[in-house]
């Protein structure tokens, strides 16, 4: 099946800095969704991306629609104790099912205070 | 409102047993997923249902595993019998129907340990 690439597999950073994750694919997506799973918890979706080359911010948190359409960023600045948990980059195949998404395996992010 | 319910939120059983998740997903919402979350190979989708009927179910790893949705504000996802590889976390998701793009909306999922 289809696959992400997402990196950092994990994050050791201190409290205040800033934090870059991002996913590849080998296929082009028409949709870009970043999400984040705190212990114990489902994902939440952070940030939609709807279109090739799309900007979108939501608070500290910043993600980009590659303009190859086959990647994402997600970027989150002056991180908190609270930003600690997974992020998921996810992607909606431009040719396949639209109930479909493909998660990448995840970045483990830990603030240290 | 509340989210997408889901129940147990942890179980554990013995090899051979049937285990039975259930789901209660957001009102208004036509489209549920199930998905399994494991480490080794993430976020799994297992099967997905609009408006109650399953429209794919190519995820659903083997005979073993089984869903309904027999309203719209429940389903179950089944295992019998329940083996050791199916320890995982179980989430369910929804999202309306007709949704342009996928905005889920998941449940705190039930954490299966099959020992």
């Known amino acids: 099946g289809q696959q992400l690439n997402q990196s950092p597999q994990s994050m050791f950073i201190q409290e205040g800095e800033d934090v870059s994750m991002n996913c590849t694919s080998s296929s082009i997506f028409n949709t870009w969704l970043w999400y984040k799973q705190d212990p114990g918890e489902g994902p939440v979706l952070l940030i939609a991306l709807y279109k090739a080359g799309e900007l979108t911010s939501n608070g500290r948190l910043t993600a980009q629609f590659g303009i190859t359409r086959k990647d994402s960023f997600l970027n989150i600045s002056a991180s908190i104790p609270s930003d600690v948990g997974i992020y998921f980059c996810?992607?909606?195949?431009?040719?396949?099912?639209?109930?479909?998404?493909?998660f990448g395996s995840g970045t483990q992010l830990t603030v240290l205070p | 409102d509340a989210g997408v319910i889901q129940s147990p939120r942890h179980e554990v059983t013995e090899m051979g047993q049937e285990v039975t998740l259930r789901c209660k997903p957001i009102s208004g919402h036509n489209s549920l997923f199930w998905y399994r979350q494991t480490m080794m190979r993430g976020l799994e989708l297992l099967i997905y249902f609009n408006n109650n009927v399953p429209i794919d179910d190519s995820g659903m790893p083997e005979d073993r595993f089984s869903a309904k949705m027999p309203n719209a504000s429940f389903s179950t996802l089944k295992i019998q019998p329940s083996e050791p590889r199916d320890s995982a976390v179980y989430f369910c998701a929804s999202c309306p129907l007709g949704q342009l793009n996928e905005k889920l909306f998941f449940g705190s999922g039930t954490q299966l340990s099959v020992l």
């Open positions: 996810a992607g909606q195949l431009s040719s396949g099912s639209a109930r479909q998404l493909t």
